[in-house]
């Protein structure tokens, strides 16, 4: 038994049959009033007709290029592995997302990161650009495809606003004079400068120094430093952070930063702060012992 079942109505009251339960469907009860009844009576009780989808799908492309577009521009964009400079990290031909995002608050890039960023001026000059069709370049303005008409480069952060870094021929990097442990990234075989060492050099504040994992096919900062930033990148050329290796699918791979730059007293900043915290300590006790002297001096010598 179920609860649908309509209550018996009382003898004479005239509400036998379920019509009489006005109140039960929300309705007038009258008859002829329109409700729930599917006829048209005036404007107010017409039903609705539902948009052909024919109609609709113009307006929903619409909501996805919008939608797709303002990605581009604030969230994420496809970028193009277009050469063997980062291997074995990424492979020529493979899609990495860049977040645009971080850097609208303010971020930095960081050392270790992999950044794309528009050429400084000069680093591509010999590289021809390819002349897209109409489609990939309507693909790529709303990011659904790489652009292929700007110039763009992608290296990794190896020092940042303020660091030293530089390498000897048969040595390491070093930034701040700690040498990196570059065997997780770099490519299989290479040496970490031997083709182009250098150094040191002192990174200007707003800018940061880049290298290719593949050091001896990577024409980076160690080749640029007879231009203007001597090698080194503007963060505002800076597109984003490559975070994720989206393509092709048997490359899936998240783009971390590795280990080596986080070793402790690597920023240039940590290795002034022991110097500051024992100035700061010091300086209570110069300030106790000068007192102390002229204490003395005035009990030997009063008036």
Request: charged share 25%.
């Amino acid at each position: 038994m179920t609860n649908d079942m309509t209550k018996p109505a009382a003898p004479g009251s005239g509400a036998g049959t379920e019509s009489g339960s006005s109140t039960e469907y929300g309705g007038s009860g009258g008859p002829g009033d329109g409700e729930g009844d599917g006829e048209d009576d005036g404007e107010a009780g017409r039903p609705r007709k539902q948009r052909s989808f024919w109609k609709e799908l113009p307006l929903l492309i619409g909501i996805a290029l919008v939608l797709a577009l303002l990605i581009k521009t604030f969230l994420v964009q496809a970028f193009s592995i277009p050469s063997d400079s980062m291997q074995d990290t990424l492979q020529r031909g493979d899609r990495v997302l860049v977040d645009k995002l971080t850097p609208w608050f303010g971020a930095e890039p960081q050392r270790g990161e992999v950044v794309v960023f528009h050429d400084p001026g000069g680093w591509l000059e010999d590289t021809p650009t390819p002349d897209p069709n109409v489609a990939q370049k309507f693909l790529s303005f709303i990011g659904l495809m790489p652009s292929a008409e700007e110039k763009d480069l992608i290296k990794r952060v190896i020092a940042v606003g303020g660091d030293t870094v530089s390498c000897d021929k048969g040595g390491k990097v070093k930034v701040n004079g700690h040498a990196l442990q570059e065997s997780g990234y770099i490519y299989p075989g290479n040496t970490p400068c031997d083709d182009e060492p250098f150094g040191p050099i002192k990174v200007p504040d707003g800018r940061i120094w880049v290298m290719g994992d593949h050091r001896q096919n990577s024409l980076d900062s160690r080749y640029h430093q007879s231009l203007p930033g001597n090698g080194t990148v503007s963060t505002d050329e800076v597109v984003g952070r490559a975070i994720v290796v989206a393509w092709p699918v048997n490359r899936w791979d998240a783009l971390s930063v590795p280990s080596t730059f986080d070793q402790s007293g690597l920023s240039a900043a940590a290795g002034a702060a022991p110097v500051a915290v024992g100035l700061v300590g010091a300086f209570p006790l110069v300030l106790w012992r000068r007192k102390r002297r002229t204490r003395g001096l005035t009990e030997r010598n009063p008036g």
